[in-house]
């Protein structure tokens, strides 16, 4: 594909070169084409099979995107005590987490309309079993690239004995201004990626699942590595940008890498959109709908 980007400029009558932003919309393009047919395109039989379907277009980058409602799922990745809490990991590690802590009220107010529009919600969760058997051996990169204390015991802010980064504890407990309700899922995870030997694409198979709204934290880390292994999956990725976020890690170490991964997103993986777009063009499906 590279190879032919270059040589749009060339091919075209006035041999001019594309900007950054008509390169992104050509590689978008050839994606969310399969998700708009045009007049006269779908057959009878695919018309027949859209009569509950309830599509919906979404502003976002490069372009807009159409989704059914009814085939979507909203993904909250890892918004746990341990990285958007006062005592977590990130907190204790003297990381900045204000920026995770931003993200909560988006986030929160995109589950709400979600969860009034039918929308199914999946929790995804970084934890490790309390015997740390699917840490990886000693020397495996998931435990030498993990901080040294996973799995040392802390005290949660209310007094009780927990661990970091270990299932069923205070410190992997989503937020409480996020907690799941009664229908959501919630999936542990022990890699980055919520794919990851995980029950993740069982469950989006079994809802019909085909559009993924991704939300939660770290960007360029747990959030990156699920959206790719979505989109290897077939899955159509939406990114609100507002309602995730990447701290910058302390001790003069490399900034953050958000903007870079919502531009790769944009480029090569899904589309990027706010939470504002998202919510407004539910409410208004809702009240179509009443």
């Known amino acids: 594909m ?4 270059q040589d749009i400029g060339k091919e075209t ?20 084409a399969s998700l708009v047919a045009g007049p006269g395109e779908e057959s009878a039989s695919a018309q027949a099979q859209n009569t509950n379907s ?8 490069p372009e807009a995107i159409a989704i059914d409602i009814s085939k979507t799922a909203v993904i909250v990745v890892d918004m746990q005590n341990d990285f958007a809490s006062r005592g977590g990991m990130l907190d204790l590690a003297g990381i900045d987490i204000s920026g995770i802590r931003k993200a909560i009220v988006p986030i929160a107010k995109a589950l709400i ?12 969760k970084m934890a490790f079993r309390p015997d740390l058997s699917d840490f990886g051996a000693p020397d495996s ?5 993990h901080p040294p204390f996973v799995g040392k015991s802390t005290h949660a802010p209310d007094g009780r004995e927990s661990r970091i980064l270990i299932r069923d504890t205070w410190n992997t407990d989503i937020v409480d201004e996020l907690k799941p309700q009664g229908d959501d899922s919630v999936i542990y995870k022990h890699r980055y ?8 694409d069982a469950t989006l198979r079994k809802l019909g699942i085909q559009y993924l709204i991704i939300a939660g934290c770290t960007t360029s880390v747990c959030v990156e590595s699920t959206v790719r292994d979505a989109m290897f999956r077939d899955y159509s990725c939406l ?17 953050t890498n958000h903007d870079a991964s919502l531009v790769l997103a944009e480029a090569a993986f899904a589309w990027v959109s706010k939470s ?15």
Do not use: W
């Open 239 to 255: 990114l609100l940008e507002d309602c995730m976020s990447q701290p910058t890690p302390p001790h003069g170490l490399p900034g």
């Open 193 to 200: 990626s919520g794919f990851y030997q995980t029950d993740l």
């Open 276 to 290: 504002e777009q998202f919510v407004t063009v539910l409410q208004a499906q809702q009240v179509a709908s009443a």
């Open 13 to 32: 009558p006035e041999g001019r070169n594309f900007s950054r932003r008509e390169v992104l919309g050509l590689i978008g393009a050839t994606a969310a």
């Open 141 to 145: 990169p998931n435990r030498l690239k």
């Open 113 to 124: 309309s979600a969860r009034r529009s039918g929308i199914k919600i999946v929790y995804l």
């Open 2 to 5: 590279a190879r032919d980007i």
């Open 54 to 61: 309830r599509m919906v277009k979404i502003d976002a980058k």
